[in-house]
């Protein structure tokens, strides 16, 4: 493709302008080759003819589809109008600082303070590739730790820019970031001590200048140590060319270092009294600029702020002051007054009060301070001369003084901070903070600024080796050809500066010279490099200054003071007397020859990739060039060794206005840091790198059907580009992106917005035609219809005679009469019809009305007086009828005769109005009365109603009937009234509509006649369903009873079986066996022991038959008692289910009531009569199920007892059978039990005596056992009265007055619902019901919560034996249990679920049983029975509450850990509706570098990851209203987590993005419908998301689009708001950008609401836990353990 062929027409350039440095204009004229000028439209419509060179045409301008974006390398035209255009766009309009060039951030300082820098935007920066998310500082710190965490290789971020442009704040941002994700489980705070560092370092280092408030005077580079987890362990700080001179002197504007004046502002305070300092107007090194205070800043603030970040590095008070001391004495020392005595001496006052001051301070001799200050001592090989210095050598001597003071304890603080945060153990890695000053040029440039450049130009030389290599890497990667890319190489500027005999070593040797001067050494540097080094210029104008044309740009130098700032030196006699100070600080300042400590000689190991010149000169290394330069070097290797990341921070303007941008101050920085370098770089090669699924979505658009078919998204992309640009060799495949050339990307978009252009073309031709067609189609038909009548009216005036007109009135006339009678015998007809159906309406309703009177005479008395009032209301009509017929006779005369009758037809009309209106006022009185007798007519009927309620169920129907039909009458009166008013109103048509509402009327009538047949007949199923009900409980009164009597009988058969094996016993046997005190003990009763006896043997045989029948009987009577409890449910359902049909016919007949006093409402009234109907229908059908269930399970019970009535009597029979062997056996012994007779009888008393004992048990068994109505009770309870009366007898043989005592006894005291264990089992219960249970495969079979029933029902045995120490116990380790299987399975998702459930049924029922009132509401009577007696368990249970929080705490916080990842993949980056992808290109930091990206998350997924925890949560028994709680909850982590990445993700802010987030909560809202959740205010939650979505969709420029967005976006702060609206970006060339002016109106309307200025929501906060109070509906004597529990050492009792 030719170059001109992007030159044409429409397509815009950049030119250059002295204004803003470059300007667009559009391309007028197509350009040709050889032509010498191009035809240009400025933007202010002016023609511009320029001239162009050939070789050298002006740059392209990008479609404004690619202006905007976040990295500078997705610009199709690499070049700097471009990068220009793209910064002013993303600052000045989108107000976003941070823009990626490559892998720089361009960070430009705002002047503002800025919400983007909380802990919620570094969460949500944590963890993201660098491209995912919009550029941040926070982006460039996360790639640095992530890229250290990965690969184990030190990293280091080097930030650097003019003062003022933010470098230090940047800097501190980064720091501030990695204490934030890295911070260590120690309690040593080593974050906050790296953070406590920055205020110190910035107090004694920073300082006022004319372009920054908060300039750093130093360069620092800090080392942040991390150990193998990746924990911040300490950090180290090395510092480079502290700005010494501003110490001693300030420019206009300037201030000193921020410590002294924090000093002078805090002076007053106590203990700082003894600094005798004052404000710092009163001393020289601190007003010299002017000025002493910055607005908006407290120096006495900062001073506390100062104070407590020392005390948190462990530096104490006695140490802050001698830091203190020091400083003041600098300030007093500034003060002393030098006098000049003559030319050639000067005079320092022994008595001056400062120079007193600064000696008392620093434990000084005065006399000899004022003595060398003016003098200085000259050692020769022969003698020492002390010669005197003139005032200003004084002075300058002086403040050489305090230069040295205050460097050396600026290093020295700087030392003591590297101590504090010096570690314990092995440095892993580290990164690296380097905050350095930028590149700089002044109008007046001495040794600060040479030494500056100098180290920017080696920075710049490792930069581009970096970059160079990155560009390589990435060819190789991907597999391209790797050509040799040229750029620029400043070797040998650096060679000018430090090689031998350089600059440097020049000005080195120079300082040796005893007479060295500045002109000197100028001079040196003339003879040496003018002429013989292209980069080394002297100036025209000039002696004392030198150029050097640097990578940025030429710097002129002035030489004065080069030599002198190069030595540093101070006079050796004051270097003694501060040595010989009694204040050990600043003696230990000047200590000769201090051991160097290097703090990174023993945490790194480095090598230089390329060998530099080192001094070898021991007097080099004391000149500040030297150290400068054998610091830099250092940096060198230690930069070379790690893998940089580089922040170029760029000031906007000199002003410090809040984004204000000066294109021509911001371009001098951008050549100056590099940017546009890596810009040239990247743009010889292929600067353009699309991945093929971005090429694929993007321009998918200019792919043929053939294309589109292949199924390789690959190899479509290669085709299509073979295809669209023929020359191969602008671009390249590589492995997973495609490389472009510049311009190609352009061409690539002009083409597709072509083909868009094409397509809206042929849709607006179209359209257009289809709308043209419509039009001519509508004016040929009117054409056609005006022709029609205009011919009809010429033939009309054609044939138009009096003949005509004569016979056409005639036959008007003959057409009048005739039209006439047909009208008149049509009323006739209507009239006969009308009067018919009165005839037979009145008929019906006289004698309904005879019926009512005959049933109930007040009535009848009633309805008379309302058939009296309906009367007169029918005679009123009539009249009304007749009067009807006058206006209508009237009207007809009106057409006859015309305008004579107009007035009398008006007046006619106004007596008409008139009469309507006294008839509403008759209306309104007469509906009055009729309200008033229909509420004593319903009184009456509440009466009668009291009165007949015993009567018969039929009079009550038909009262009701009658209350309907009465209603239904008043229904009819009124719609009679009301079609009277629209008769009135309506004259036409007034007769028509009289007939449709009289035949209205009647249907309706009809219609509610039979619907109150139809409720007649369903009141009389009501009743044969209660009659079925009773009858049914009839039915289980008779089988309870014959189940009592089968008892009563096996009670007696018993009493006879003992009574005869009693009878069988030889008396004298027994009593031979028993010992001499035996029948002592006996006394006269001794006959109990033959009783005894004779019950053991029966007791014997009886317990081998029941024990042979109890298994059979316990499985039987289970099922039995199952049915019977689910009988009793289903009666208690039925009559639920009658009493709702009772509630459904009451509400119908108010419905009846509440429809007849409305007029309007007919068709209403059908239609809820008719699903009043269906639901009757419904009820019927239902009730009728249940009525044949309800029998068939009557009848299997019926059956059950039967054969269990022909079960008990063949053990009749079997118990007679032993009845006849043991008369048998009686028969033999009778001889025996003659002559005992006396004795027999005797015990026969004393039989009966116990046979009234054993009735008094069976009656108390059998009370019981009616209350608990549970047969399996009653069965077990025939074996404890077996075995009771064991016990009893056996207490009888040992002492009668036990005996008497078990005679008294009330019977076996019962525990149910509750579960035996020993107290030694208690441990076995924890392991296996709590530490060792699994829940899943368990839950499924059980009910919710049966762990906690089955603890519950072990507490209530603890509960019942009044065991206070048993219930403590088992209540501790309840809880210690619960909290030690959560702590073992923290992340496991389904334990936390399963054991937050049933805490919360365990403290359910710790509520419900607790004999509360408020919580027994719900109880059952025998629920109730089962409540704790003895202990109040209040405080467990507060106990429980708090472990139920935690336990719900943390299941959230698995939950988010599991939901998070995949939110903003399928919230945002998933492409739900497919056609409308809004993918564009990305520049360096790509998102994806898969041909596929179908392995992602989507939608699905988080719907699917719901459904997950929803399902686990109801299998596992939660709580409905703690699972609403939860899924709300996580809908607020969902819109909060999508909503903060919108925020930082300006490639997320447009259209289309806000239609798939609309998609995507639509898809969450019928998530909530389908699980019933919609009540949960889940939904609430996403309505910031929502409004942001329709924020991104709605239009964006007029004033009533600003005033929309400010009353719909309520949910949205003004922050969130203004920053979707910058962020705003099109997809296409269609849509359009949110303009400024449009931003600044919906900001005016936001600035009254007084919302959070918080930017990012708040992903932790958790809503307020409520766990409701739910009673268990399960009976606990029916629960069942499983024997998975493996709890086989519990008892049911």
Not at 631 to 647: F, G, R
Not at 900 to 916: D, G, I, P, S, V
Not at 1019 to 1044: C, G, M
Not at 1321 to 1344: C, F
């Amino acid at each position: 493709m030719a170059v001109a062929e992007l030159y044409t027409q429409y397509n815009r350039v950049w030119i250059p302008d002295p204004e803003e440095v470059w300007k667009s204009a559009e391309i007028a004229k197509d350009y040709r080759v050889g032509d010498k000028v191009l035809r240009l439209l400025l933007e202010d419509g002016t023609e511009l003819d320029y001239s162009i060179d050939p070789e050298s045409l002006p740059p392209l301008r990008n479609p404004d589809i690619l202006v905007g974006e976040n990295d500078l390398t997705a610009l199709s035209y690499l070049h700097e109008p471009a990068v220009l255009h793209n910064l002013r766009i993303r600052f000045a309009e989108s107000k976003l600082i941070y823009t990626y060039s490559g892998i720089i951030l361009v960070a430009m300082n705002p002047y503002k303070q800025l919400p983007i820098y909380g802990d919620a935007i570094i969460h949500a920066y944590s963890g993201q590739n660098m491209g995912d998310m919009d550029p941040h500082i926070f982006a460039v710190a996360e790639e640095a730790y992530k890229q250290m965490a990965r690969n184990n290789k030190n990293q280091s971020i080097i930030v650097s820019g003019e003062s003022g442009a933010g470098k230090t704040v940047s800097a501190r941002y980064a720091m501030r970031y990695f204490a934030t994700v890295s911070k260590s489980s120690s309690n040593t705070h080593v974050e906050d001590k790296v953070l406590a560092s920055n205020p110190i370092t910035e107090a004694v280092g920073n300082a006022k200048t004319t372009r920054n408030d908060n300039s750093s005077r130093f360069g620092k580079y800090t080392e942040i140590s991390f150990d193998e987890k990746n924990q911040i362990i300490g950090a180290n700080m090395r510092t480079y060319l502290l700005e010494k001179s501003r110490v001693v002197f300030q420019s206009e504007n300037e201030r000193n270092y921020h410590i002294f004046y924090q000093l002078c502002a805090s002076a007053q305070q106590s203990e700082f009294k003894h600094l005798k300092l004052g404000s710092a107007e009163e001393f020289n090194y601190t007003r010299m600029g002017g000025s002493t205070v910055i607005e908006g800043v407290n120096d006495r603030a900062d001073m506390v702020e100062t104070q407590k970040t020392f005390t948190l590095l462990g530096f104490k008070e006695d140490f802050q002051m001698d830091v203190f001391k020091i400083l003041a004495a600098i300030l007093h020392l500034g003060n002393v007054q030098i006098t000049a005595v003559g030319n050639e001496r000067s005079f320092v006052d022994e008595d001056d009060s400062h120079l007193k001051v600064f000696c008392e301070l620093l434990g000084l001799e005065s006399s000899k301070v004022a003595q060398w200050l003016c003098n200085r001592k000259i050692v020769t090989t022969s003698e020492t001369v002390v010669k005197p210095m003139t005032r200003p050598q004084a002075v300058n001597a002086r403040d050489a003084l305090a230069k040295k003071i205050y460097a050396h304890l600026f290093d020295f603080i700087v030392e003591r901070i590297n101590q504090a945060l010096q570690f314990s153990g092995k440095q892993h890695t580290f990164i690296g903070v380097l905050d350095i000053y930028g590149f700089e040029t002044f109008d007046v440039n001495s040794f600060e600024q040479f030494c500056i450049n100098y180290a920017n130009e080696k920075l710049q030389q490792q930069f581009n080796l970096h970059v160079f290599k990155l560009e390589q890497e990435e060819y190789i990667k991907e597999d391209i050809p790797w050509t040799l890319i040229d750029f620029y190489d400043n070797q040998s500027v650096i060679d000018l500066i430090e090689a031998k005999m350089g600059i440097l070593e020049l000005l080195d040797e120079e300082c040796l010279l005893p007479h060295g001067t500045d002109e000197n050494w100028l001079q040196k540097l003339y003879n040496n490099f003018v002429n013989k080094n292209s980069l080394f210029e002297k100036p025209r104008m000039s002696n004392t200054s030198f150029i050097i044309q640097h990578f940025a740009d030429k710097v002129e130098y002035q030489c004065e003071g080069f030599l002198e700032k190069n030595r540093d030196t101070v006079y050796d006699m004051l270097v003694e007397i501060l040595r010989a100070s009694k204040f050990h600080l600043c003696a230990n300042f000047f200590i000769e020859n201090p051991v160097p400590s290097s703090p990174f000689g023993s945490a790194i190991t480095v090598k230089s990739a390329k060998q530099v010149i080192k001094p070898n000169s021991k007097h080099f290394r004391s000149t500040v060039g030297s150290k400068f330069r054998s610091s830099l070097y250092l940096l060198m290797e230690t930069l070379s060794a790690t893998t940089p990341h580089y922040v170029r921070c760029i000031k906007p303007n000199d002003e410090k206005l809040p984004f204000e941008f000066d294109s021509k101050r911001i371009v001098q920085q951008l050549r100056a840091c590099g940017v546009l370098e890596t810009i040239r770089i990247s743009a010889q090669s292929y600067p353009s790198r699309w991945t093929y699924i971005e090429f694929y979505s993007r321009y998918g658009i200019l792919m043929t059907k053939q294309e589109l078919s292949f199924g390789d998204k690959k190899e479509v992309c290669k085709v299509v580009l073979h295809r669209l640009i023929q020359d191969s060799n602008q671009y390249q495949f590589g492995k997973t992106k495609i490389f472009f050339r510049a311009g190609q990307v352009a061409y690539l978009e002009k083409l597709r917005l072509d083909k868009l252009r094409q397509s809206c073309v042929m849709i607006q031709k179209h359209i257009r035609g289809w709308l043209q067609r419509k039009k001519f189609l509508r004016e040929k038909q009117a054409a056609l219809i005006i022709q029609r009548y205009f011919r009809g009216q010429q033939t009309v005036r054609k044939a138009v005679t009096a003949t005509a007109l004569k016979e056409a009135w005639a036959a008007i006339i003959i057409q009048k009469y005739c039209r006439g009678y047909l009208v008149r015998n049509l009323y006739q007809l209507i009239r006969v019809a009308t009067i018919t159906v009165q005839a037979y309406t009145r008929g019906f309703l006289a004698r309904r009305r005879y019926r009512k009177h005959k049933e109930n005479h007040g009535l009848v008395e009633k309805l008379t007086s309302l058939a009296a009032l309906r009367a007169s209301d029918v005679e009123k009509i009539q009249k009304l009828e007749s009067e009807l017929d006058r206006a209508a006779t009237h009207r007809h005369n009106y057409e006859e005769k015309g305008k004579r009758y107009k007035a009398a037809m008006e007046e006619k009309l106004a007596k008409l109005q008139k009469h309507n209106s006294e008839l509403e006022i008759q209306k309104e009185q007469i509906q009055l009365k009729l309200q008033e007798k229909t509420e004593e007519l319903k009184e009456k009927m509440d009466d009668l109603t009291k009165q007949l309620f015993d009567d018969v169920q039929k009079e009550q129907e038909q009262r009701r009937l009658l209350e309907k039909s009465f209603e239904l009458k008043a229904q009819d009166y009124e719609k009679q009234i009301w079609s009277l008013k629209e008769e009135i109103k309506a004259l036409k048509d007034e007769k028509m509509q009289l007939q449709h509402q009289l035949e209205e009327e009647c249907i309706t009538a009809d219609g509610l006649r039979g619907e109150v047949a139809q409720l007649r007949k369903q009141a009389k199923t009501i009743s044969e369903f209660e009659k079925e009900i009773e009858l049914l409980q009839t039915q289980k009164i008779d089988v309870e009873k014959h189940v009592q009597s089968q008892k009563r009988e096996m009670r007696e058969k018993m009493s006879e079986i003992t009574k005869q094996l009693l009878d069988s016993y030889d008396i004298e046997d027994v009593r031979s066996r028993l010992s001499v005190e035996d029948l002592e003990h006996l006394n006269e009763d001794g006959e109990l022991w033959f009783a005894y006896e004779g019950l053991k043997k029966a007791t014997r045989v009886l317990e081998s038959h029941f024990q042979s029948q109890k298994d059979c009987y316990e499985k039987e009577i289970e099922a039995l008692n199952f049915k019977v409890v689910h009988l009793s449910q289903e009666i208690n359902h039925l009559q639920k289910l009658f009493r709702e049909e009772n509630d459904i016919n009451e509400s119908i007949r108010h419905e009846v009531t509440r429809l007849t006093s409305e007029n309007m409402m007919i068709p209403d009234f059908k239609q809820q009569i008719s699903e009043l109907e269906k639901q009757k229908q419904d009820l019927e059908i239902r009730l009728n199920e249940q009525t044949e269930n309800m029998k068939g399970k009557l009848e299997e019970l019926t059956n059950q007892l039967n054969r269990n009535r022909e079960e008990e009597g063949t053990q009749r029979k079997t118990i007679e059978a032993q009845n006849e062997i043991h008369t048998k056996e009686k028969e033999k012994l009778m001889g025996k039990i003659q002559e005992m007779q006396e004795a027999g009888e005797h015990l026969k008393k004393q039989f009966e005596t116990e046979n009234e004992v054993k009735s008094s048990f069976q009656q108390e068994a059998s009370r019981l056992a009616i209350e608990n109505r549970d047969l399996e009770e009653e069965l077990d309870m025939k074996d404890r009265v077996i075995k009771k009366l064991q016990d009893q007898v056996r207490t009888l043989t040992k002492t009668i007055e036990k005996a008497n005592d078990v005679h008294l006894s009330s019977g076996p005291k019962e525990y149910l619902g509750m579960l035996e264990y020993k107290r030694e089992d208690e441990a076995k219960l924890i392991q296996n019901l709590i530490l060792d249970l699994k829940p899943r495969g368990v839950v499924v079979n059980m009910i919710p919560g049966l762990p906690a029933h089955i603890l519950f029902m072990c507490l209530r045995y603890a509960d019942s034996l009044n065991d206070a120490n048993m219930v403590k116990s088992l209540m501790n380790s309840t809880i210690n249990g619960i909290k030690q299987v959560i702590k073992e399975h923290l992340e496991d998702f389904e334990m936390l679920s399963f054991w937050l459930a049933n805490t919360c049924h365990f403290l359910n029922c710790l509520k419900q049983y607790s004999g509360e009132e408020e919580f027994m509401k719900h109880n059952s009577p025998h629920q109730n029975k089962n409540c704790l007696n003895n202990f109040d368990l209040s405080e467990y249970r507060q106990i429980l509450s708090d472990v139920a929080i935690r336990i719900y705490h943390q299941f959230v916080i698995v939950m988010e850990n599991n939901i998070q990842p995949i939110i903003v993949p399928g919230m945002l980056e998933y492409e739900s509706l497919q056609g409308i992808s809004g993918l564009k290109p990305t520049g360096f930091r790509k998102r994806s570098s898969s041909i596929d990206d179908t392995d992602g998350y989507t939608m699905t997924s988080i719907l699917q990851q719901l459904s997950y925890f929803y399902s686990t949560m109801c299998q596992n028994g939660l709580d409905p209203e703690l699972v609403r709680q939860a899924v709300k909850q996580l809908f607020f982590l969902i819109g909060a987590v999508t909503l903060n990445s919108l925020f930082l993700r300006k490639d997320m802010c447009s259209c289309r993005k806000g239609m798939q987030i609309r998609c995507n909560i639509s898809y969450l809202e019928e998530w909530l419908k389908d699980k019933n959740l919609h009540n949960s205010l889940a939904k609430e939650t996403l309505e910031p998301l929502s409004q942001a979505a329709w924020l991104l969709q709605v239009k964006k420029t007029t004033d009533s689009d600003a005033k929309e967005i400010y009353e719909r976006c309520t949910s949205l702060s003004a922050v969130q708001i203004i920053k979707i609206l910058n962020s705003y970006t099109p997809i296409d060339d269609f849509e359009k950008r949110v303009t400024p002016s449009f931003v600044r109106k919906v900001q005016a309307l936001l600035n009254s609401r007084e919302d959070s200025s918080q930017l990012m929501l708040d992903t932790k906060y958790l809503f307020q836990v409520t766990f409701p109070f739910t009673p268990s509906p399960h009976a606990l004597e029916m629960i069942q353990i499983p024997s998975s529990f493996k709890l086989g050492f519990l008892n049911r009792l």
